[in-house]
């Protein structure tokens, strides 16, 4: 049997995690920082996690409005909304 891009992708949403770091920090942080701190709790195997927590905060923020989780604070830094 042989998988497809699609059975490769990784559908796993990152967001849970990034939200406990951001709240456990209770300060604005960078995408990196974030990655760093997260570490291996990151439920993402991409060969890009960085572009993959990217993408999920920016959906989130896309799709959710002020209704999302966190906020973006300036390019590539974001806080847990209050």
């Not at 796993?12 to 960078?30: H, Q």
């Amino acid at each position: 049997m042989t998988m497809t891009m699609r059975d490769k992708k990784d559908t796993r949403n990152t967001l849970p995690v990034v939200l406990e770091v951001l709240k456990e920090a209770n300060r604005p942080m960078g995408v990196n920082e974030i990655m760093e701190l997260a570490g291996k709790r990151l439920p993402t195997q991409s060969q890009t996690p960085r572009n993959v927590v990217c993408r999920d905060l920016a959906m989130d923020i896309k799709r959710r409005g002020e209704h999302s989780r966190v906020v973006r604070v300036r390019e590539g830094v974001y806080a847990a909304r209050a």
